[in-house]
């Protein structure tokens, strides 16, 4: 797969500011669905999310987590796993060219290292169909969730081992996928280190879970970093044993909340502008940037 778009951390190119061009704005839209065990019927809806998402005018879709399938049952889910050149992907390529849209399809099941693992695995799609960046969750969901179901993402998923970073109309990007957005660590290094000005994560959140963290945990990724988040969701009842929080989310990088679906269980998108000024205005309003260097070498070798 295409990781071409991964920047190493330490590199003194990706550690550079992005260049602020004044007035850059770029109109998106964050989609929600409930997927199914039928990939078919799980592309339509796509399908009808994109053709909303291009005549709203916007550059780009963000799509969710399981985007294309989910079935009832891990090993259901490891048989319809497909490299990314494979036939599922190249629907969703057409796609993008059919609606001149870029897409962030926020997990794949991917063929994975061996028979029994994919990868799940956040796939960028510019509008001629070409993959632009591909991401693999690294943060596997292996929880038994209090007043919840007990998933073991592991069993049929493999880890990745690599951030990702890309630039698109709608800015800098940086990739993650639904668990990893409890490890703030990805998202300081994709922006501080990669240049990220938008904070991906599509996401399949239980509804136990999605009630007490998702909102506050997003807000506070886009405090912390000073970034757009665009959290593309699972909502509502997928089959018997499965169901998902919904409530997709674009944020701005004060934290304020520029889009949400009327209904949070719904399926649809929500539109929003980026406005890259307003990204600049609060970076230098609230220099955390610099901040930080001068904290780190203050403690020096004491964060982990
Ligand atoms: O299994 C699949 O089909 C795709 N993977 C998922 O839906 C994953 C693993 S079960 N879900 C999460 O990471 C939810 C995280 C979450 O809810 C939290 O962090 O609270």
Excluded at 45 to 62: D, I, N, R, V
Excluded at 151 to 158: G, P, V, Y
Excluded at 165 to 192: H, K, N
Excluded at 273 to 287: G, H, M, Y
């Amino acid at each position: 797969m295409s990781q071409s778009q991964g920047v190493s951390a330490s590199s003194p190119a990706a550690a550079a500011a992005a260049p602020s061009q004044p007035g850059r704005r770029s109109k998106v839209a964050v989609g929600q669905m409930t997927s199914v065990g039928d990939q078919l019927a799980n592309f339509n809806t796509c399908k009808q999310l994109a053709e909303q998402a291009a005549a709203a005018g916007c550059s780009m879709l963000f799509l969710p987590e399981c985007f294309s399938f989910i079935g009832a049952s891990q090993p259901e889910s490891l048989s319809k796993a497909e490299p990314l050149d494979g036939p599922a992907m190249a629907r969703y390529r057409q796609l993008a060219r059919d609606t001149g849209l870029w897409l962030s399809l926020g997990g794949f099941q991917e063929t994975g290292p061996d028979p029994e693992h994919l990868y799940n695995c956040h796939v960028v799609l510019d509008a001629s169909g070409a993959t632009a960046a591909a991401y693999r969750k690294v943060h596997l969901f292996d929880v038994d969730v209090p007043n919840g179901p007990v998933l073991m993402e592991s069993r049929t998923t493999a880890p990745g081992d690599k951030l990702v970073a890309c630039d698109s109309p709608a800015g800098r990007l940086g990739l993650s996928v639904c668990y990893d957005l409890r490890f703030p660590e990805v998202y300081q290094t994709l922006t501080w280190g990669m240049g990220a000005e938008v904070l991906l994560v599509p996401s399949a959140f239980t509804k136990v879970t999605g009630k007490a963290h998702w909102e506050v945990l997003l807000r506070a990724r886009a405090i912390e970093c000073q970034c757009f988040v665009i959290a593309a969701a699972q909502a509502g009842k997928h089959n018997e044993k499965r169901e998902s929080y919904g409530h997709a989310l674009i944020i701005d990088p004060w934290g304020e909340v520029i889009g949400r679906l009327e209904d949070p269980q719904g399926t649809g998108i929500a539109v929003a502008e980026l406005d890259f000024e307003l990204l600049s205005a609060v970076r230098t309003k609230v220099p955390i940037r610099e901040h930080r260097a001068k904290g780190r070498s203050q403690l020096a070798g004491q964060l982990t």
